[in-house]
Each structure stands twice: as structure tokens, then as C-alpha cells.
């Protein structure tokens, strides 16, 4: 298992709505993230900044990550959730992945 921290901003006059989505995803979408086998995935919200989380139990992200860019309904769910954000900007990437400092078990 790996564990992702990611960063991303969020257009603070969209945040309500970014919640609002957040509390009833679109039909499909969880279930598509739960097969690209991402477990244990929060969101959290702090100021101008969202902060996810996630453990990934497979075995190729990047193919994961192709799978679920290529799905119908992942792509309607961010042609909702992207107007709210802003990406901080390094090579194209939305989220940007945060380096683990520490972690206790």
C-alpha cells in the first residue's frame, strides 16, 4: 500500500458547491475510485486550499490513473468539481503530490 497527500486550490466563492458535490457524488463515481483501488480517500479543506488523502493497494498507478481519466462518468464528475479549483501549477498535473515527512502507525 502507498499513501498519497495532494494539494490543490479552491475558488473560495465555489467552495459551497465543491462541499455540495462532495456530499452526493455523481453515480458511479466512488465505485470507479474503489476500482482503481484507492482506499481510505478524505478530502479536507483548509482556507483557499483542499488537501486529499489516499492509500493506493495496486500494483500500477499510473494504468489506475489512465482507467479512471478514461471512464464516462469520472469525466462528467470533474467537468463539475474542476471550475471549483485552481491547480497550483507544475506540469499539467491538477492535484500536486506532497512529499510524506512522517507517519505513525
Not at 8 to 36: D, Q, T
Not at 73 to 87: F, G, V, Y
Request: aromatic content about 16%; hydrophobic content about 40%; charged content about 25%.
Amino acid at each position: 500500500m502507498q499513501r498519497f497527500g495532494q494539494i490543490i486550490k479552491v475558488i473560495p466563492e465555489k467552495l459551497a458547491e465543491y462541499e455540495r458535490l462532495h456530499a452526493n457524488p455523481m453515480e458511479g463515481v466512488n465505485e470507479m475510485i474503489k476500482a482503481c483501488n484507492i482506499r481510505n480517500y478524505s478530502i479536507y479543506n483548509f482556507g483557499e486550499y483542499l488537501f486529499a488523502y489516499f492509500e493506493y493497494t495496486g500494483t500500477d498507478f499510473d494504468a489506475d490513473m489512465a482507467k479512471m481519466a478514461a471512464d464516462e462518468n469520472t469525466r462528467k464528475w470533474w467537468a463539475c468539481t474542476d471550475p471549483c479549483q485552481i491547480s497550483l501549477g507544475y506540469a499539467g498535473q491538477k492535484w500536486l503530490n506532497m512529499k510524506e515527512v512522517y507517519h505513525l502507525d
